[in-house]
């Protein structure tokens, strides 16, 4: 075997083990969440730790459903989350053709500005975003995590779309607009659909952003009316 198909094949060891280690550092976590969900109690603090459970059980399962209101946790996730991203998702389409389209004398600056903005750690605004909401009767409401998981959101939605847009050719765009097409009209009709990948990037990054949130879905909701994320933290309310 020659020597460069010695270095094909050792490549393309090395990116199959380097593969293998990314996904088992990925699944791993959801693998050993998985594993334990079908311990009992006994064998959950059994010690030395079973890593396989002896004796798999649906004890778990059906307590999350019977003793905990766990459909609603997940459809209020669910609506908190889609609206959230539906949100974040116009509203940084509209910031980002601006920052990648227009003639901005300070380009660099307002994107600059963008990612300290997105720096501000979320437990400084508990205190604020709180008496707002209260001020403005949403607690307990959707809109009480709606509007600032989108707000939390648009900082990085924003960058991953600018740096789509700026990678579409502006001819095309013109090319719409000489055929009667308006510059939202090309917007909407032209862009979007050529930085789709970036546009269903933006929109998973605000998804699980929103999804996974703890602090906010804890504080201004009641426990009934949790997301999911919070559902299981009764104690510290």
Known sequence: MSAGLNNFFTAKRLRWFAAAIVLL?????????????????IELTAKPIT?????PVLTNYIAAFRDQPLPGYLLNSAIVAILSMLLSLFISAL???????LNLKRRNLILTGIIAVSMFPLVTLMVPLFEIMRGLNLLNSYVALVLPYTVLNLPICTLVLVSFFQDIPRDIENAAMIDGCTRMGALWHVVMPLAAPGVFTAGILAFVNSWDEFLLSMS??????????AAFEPTTR
């Open 95 to 101: 910031a980002a053709y601006a920052i990648a389209r």
């Open 25 to 41: 550092n990925g699944f791993f976590p959801a693998v050993w969440i998985f594993f334990t969900s079908l311990k009992g109690e």
């Open 220 to 229: 201004m909701n009641a426990a009934e009316n949790s997301s999911i994320g």
């Open 51 to 55: 890593y396989w459970p002896q004796n």
